[in-house]
């Protein structure tokens, strides 16, 4: 099991004075430029990160200024003492001494660091901004030192780690300072790609978790401000022109284009969640081992090593490089792509596996490439009539890319517009939008999650998606329990019983056993109707006690105190402070947990159409 997350940030380092703060939060325009602000760190944080990495690879492959690791058709000979392949062995031990160090200076129960996704769903967009800086150096060393990770995960780490620290110094409301670190994710995503309605769209469907015309404004700000900041910094674009290149043949694409483009969405989905459960056997595989955790990565970057030795450079970092070969004209042969998609996958897989920082974003889109070239020579074998369809194989590799991708990150729109930003061209994009949602439906369907939504599973959290449900975390039974409970020893006798609670004064009573454990709850009605029946009097309370083994504890979420009402059948359940000493701390009715609900549901909702006050 990965460790839990860490609780929301502390106080802020650094705050804003009092009427500017109250400027920020009552005032639009002022989030919309804070927005800009956040956009603008954005794109420096991706020209900073991409620029490290990419010193780090000429430093340990003595690589030509500028020229991508994973465009190489072999190793060099004079890098790293004449052993490149050993360079990911080296930044894995370099990540396990930062590991070890964490470790002896925060001792053994070291929390893992929020992510943005997680950040918004669970903490009301809270991040720590030491942990983002942590996580974004291990990925820049990751990357750079070759293993097949791309840097996708550090960008927008450190930018929505920033926006959170800025929000939280201004104090800024829940829904606001989610929208910020959604702004900053946008900034990052766009910087990263050159694509702002990428980024925009990035942040709407997987950080912020939803669209709205509060949100617009200040996430397409950001977004456009990271695109604009990296374009003018950036030494050489994110990605090819695709635009430049044949998509389709000499004939205009058509509705029939759709049923292969249909059917490569399904291919991918497939592929992308072999790929996922693929790290996850990796993973199990490096814990099972019992290899001390500073280590893994070091026979992790060992193995990454000797695969690019055996078969390609290709394999390594990213995969930038490797992506401008795969979407250029000449394609490789059929037997070469298959190779290299097993190399890539397997590659990405023990990166990530062994403890390497990073994600699949990139090393999807690579994947995705290599699949729709691959689908586009084998298809005319297997399918005839096939050469009548309009698209060419740079065509399906575009919609490879964005159907591969879909399936591992999430975003059908996002990946959608990324296709779009990067042809040009409608008619594709079209094809690509009715391949992405075949893909991300059959991987919803029939497996549920995204790369990163699964690893939260794994962990043992229930997020699907980045829909804020921490205030529902938040509305505990604690909170809206009733304390002023006098709860009655259980051999009262009944006589008694009865004349202390007469019928008309409130109709449940709580009762204890001898060590003031809990034993139930007695309906009063139901008492004296007993106790008509039998002459006046019964011999024992416990007759008529209900729901001794029903009741509710104080750290349940008003969602699972729900689900008890609705398995005991009751409407009003004893809380207690734990499940050994089953003592009576309160009492909740049915009716207060669902009105409180109710009304937190509807404050969120005013929230996220930006209605609240």
Same mark, same amino acid.
Request: with cysteine.
């Given at each position: 099991?990965?460790?839990?997350?860490?609780?929301?940030?502390?106080?802020?380092?650094?705050?804003?004075?009092?009427?500017?703060?109250?400027?920020?939060?009552?005032?639009?325009?002022?989030?919309?430029?804070?927005?800009?602000?956040?956009?603008?760190?954005?794109?420096?944080?991706?020209?900073?990160?991409?620029?490290?990495?990419?010193?780090?690879?000429?430093?340990?492959?003595?690589?030509?200024?500028?020229?991508?690791?994973?465009?190489?058709?072999?190793?060099?000979?004079?890098?790293?003492?004449?052993?490149?392949?050993?360079?990911?062995?080296?930044?894995?031990?370099?990540?396990?001494?930062?590991?070890?160090?964490?470790?002896?200076?925060?001792?053994?129960?070291?929390?893992?660091?929020?992510?943005?996704?997680?950040?918004?769903?669970?903490?009301?967009?809270?991040?720590?901004?030491?942990?983002?800086?942590?996580?974004? @150096?291990?990925?820049?060393?990751?990357?750079?030192?070759?293993?097949?990770?791309?840097?996708?995960?550090?960008?927008?780490?450190?930018?929505?780690?920033?926006?959170?620290?800025?929000?939280?110094?201004?104090?800024?409301?829940?829904?606001?300072?989610?929208?910020?670190?959604?702004?900053?994710?946008?900034?990052?995503?766009?910087?990263?790609?050159?694509?702002?309605?990428?980024?925009?769209?990035?942040?709407?469907?997987?950080?912020?978790?939803?669209?709205?015309?509060?949100?617009?404004?200040?996430?397409?700000?950001?977004?456009?401000?990271?695109?604009?900041?990296?374009?003018?910094?950036?030494?050489?674009? @994110?990605?090819?022109?695709?635009?430049?290149?044949?998509?389709?043949?000499?004939?205009?694409?058509?509705?029939?284009?759709?049923?292969?483009?249909?059917?490569?969405?399904?291919?991918?989905?497939?592929?992308?969640?072999?790929?996922?459960?693929?790290?996850?056997?990796?993973?199990?595989?490096?814990?099972?081992?019992?290899?001390?955790?500073?280590?893994?990565?070091?026979?992790?970057?060992?193995?990454?090593?000797?695969?690019?030795?055996?078969?390609?450079?290709?394999?390594?970092?990213?995969?930038?490089?490797?992506?401008?070969?795969?979407?250029?004209?000449?394609?490789?042969?059929?037997?070469?792509?298959?190779?290299?998609?097993?190399?890539?996958?397997?590659?990405?897989?023990?990166?990530?596996?062994?403890?390497?920082?990073?994600?699949?974003?990139?090393?999807?889109?690579?994947?995705?490439?290599?699949?729709?070239?691959?689908?586009?020579?084998?298809?005319?074998?297997?399918?005839?009539?096939?050469?009548?369809?309009?698209?060419?194989?740079?065509?399906?590799?575009?919609?490879?890319?964005?159907?591969?991708?879909?399936?591992?990150?999430?975003?059908?729109?996002?990946?959608?517009?990324?296709?779009?930003?990067?042809?040009?061209?409608?008619?594709?994009?079209?094809?690509?939008?009715?391949?992405?949602?075949?893909?991300?439906?059959?991987?919803?369907?029939?497996?549920?999650?995204?790369?990163?939504?699964?690893?939260?599973?794994?962990?043992?959290?229930?997020?699907?998606?980045?829909?804020?449900?921490?205030?529902?975390?938040?509305?505990?039974?604690?909170?809206?329990?009733?304390?002023?409970?006098?709860?009655?020893?259980?051999?009262?006798?009944?006589?008694?019983?009865?004349? @202390?609670?007469?019928?008309?004064?409130?109709?449940?009573?709580?009762?204890?056993?001898?060590?003031?454990?809990?034993?139930?709850?007695?309906?009063?009605?139901?008492?004296?109707?007993?106790?008509?029946?039998?002459?006046?009097?019964?011999?024992?309370?416990?007759?008529?006690?209900?729901?001794?083994?029903?009741?509710?504890?104080?750290?349940?979420?008003?969602?699972?105190?729900?689900?008890?009402?609705?398995?005991?059948?009751?409407?009003?359940?004893?809380?207690?402070?734990?499940?050994?000493?089953?003592?009576?701390?309160?009492?909740?009715?049915?009716?207060?947990?669902?009105?409180?609900?109710?009304?937190?549901?509807?404050?969120?909702?005013?929230?996220?159409?930006?209605?609240?006050?």
């Amino acid at each position: 099991m990965s460790p839990s997350p860490s609780p929301p940030t502390a106080a802020p380092l650094v705050q804003a004075p009092v009427r500017l703060r109250a400027w920020v939060r009552g005032n639009e325009i002022a989030l919309v430029g804070l927005a800009a602000v956040t956009g603008c760190v954005g794109g420096l944080v991706v020209v900073a990160m991409s620029g490290a990495s990419q010193f780090l690879r000429e430093i340990l492959y003595r690589l030509p200024a500028g020229q991508r690791l994973s465009s190489l058709t072999d190793l060099p000979t004079d890098g790293l003492m004449g052993a490149p392949f050993l360079a990911p062995a080296l930044g894995g031990a370099i990540l396990g001494l930062l590991l070890l160090i964490a470790t002896r200076g925060r001792g053994k129960a070291k929390r893992a660091v929020v992510d943005p996704i997680e950040a918004n769903a669970l903490h009301g967009g809270r991040m720590s901004l030491r942990g983002s800086l942590d996580v974004a @150096a291990q990925n820049v060393i990751s990357n750079g030192c070759g293993a097949s990770v791309g840097l996708e995960a550090g960008y927008t780490q450190v930018a929505s780690g920033i926006a959170s620290r800025l929000g939280i110094a201004f104090e800024m409301r829940r829904s606001d300072l989610r929208t910020l670190v959604g702004c900053g994710s946008a900034a990052a995503i766009a910087a990263a790609f050159g694509s702002p309605l990428t980024g925009a769209f990035y942040a709407f469907e997987l950080i912020i978790g939803t669209y709205t015309i509060a949100t617009l404004a200040p996430v397409v700000v950001a977004a456009l401000c990271g695109s604009l900041v990296a374009r003018a910094l950036a030494p050489q674009p @994110a990605l090819v022109d695709v635009g430049a290149l044949a998509l389709a043949k000499n004939t205009a694409l058509g509705a029939g284009d759709t049923l292969p483009c249909l059917v490569l969405g399904l291919v991918c989905a497939g592929l992308a969640v072999l790929l996922m459960r693929g790290v996850t056997l990796v993973e199990h595989g490096f814990r099972a081992s019992r290899l001390p955790a500073p280590l893994r990565p070091v026979l992790g970057g060992l193995c990454v090593g000797g695969l690019a030795l055996a078969t390609t450079p290709q394999v390594l970092s990213a995969g930038h490089g490797a992506l401008h070969i795969t979407l250029a004209p000449e394609a490789a042969g059929l037997g070469a792509l298959a190779g290299l998609i097993v190399a890539k996958a397997a590659a990405s897989a023990m990166s990530i596996g062994s403890g390497f920082r990073g994600g699949l974003f990139f090393a999807s889109l690579f994947l995705g490439a290599l699949v729709g070239r691959l689908f586009a020579g084998l298809a005319p074998l297997v399918w005839p009539g096939f050469e009548g369809f309009g698209l060419a194989p740079v065509g399906y590799a575009v919609i490879g890319m964005s159907a591969f991708a879909v399936a591992i990150v999430g975003g059908p729109l996002t990946m959608t517009f990324l296709a779009l930003e990067m042809t040009g061209s409608f008619p594709v994009t079209g094809l690509v939008l009715a391949s992405v949602i075949a893909s991300s439906l059959t991987v919803r369907k029939t497996f549920g999650y995204s790369f990163a939504t699964w690893r939260f599973h794994l962990r043992g959290e229930s997020i699907r998606s980045a829909h804020d449900v921490g205030w529902m975390r938040s509305l505990t039974v604690g909170r809206m329990m009733r304390k002023d409970i006098r709860p009655v020893p259980l051999d009262t006798p009944m006589a008694t019983f009865l004349r @202390a609670h007469p019928l008309g004064s409130p109709s449940r009573v709580v009762v204890v056993d001898e060590h003031d454990r809990y034993a139930g709850i007695v309906l009063v009605p139901e008492a004296h109707a007993r106790a008509a029946e039998n002459g006046g009097e019964t011999p024992h309370l416990a007759d008529v006690v209900r729901y001794p083994g029903s009741f509710l504890l104080a750290d349940m979420t008003v969602k699972q105190a729900a689900e008890a009402f609705d398995e005991a059948e009751s409407e009003e359940l004893a809380v207690l402070s734990d499940r050994q000493s089953r003592r009576v701390i309160g009492l909740l009715t049915e009716s207060h947990t669902l009105k409180r609900y109710s009304e937190e549901l509807d404050r969120q909702r005013r929230a996220m159409l930006g209605e609240a006050a």
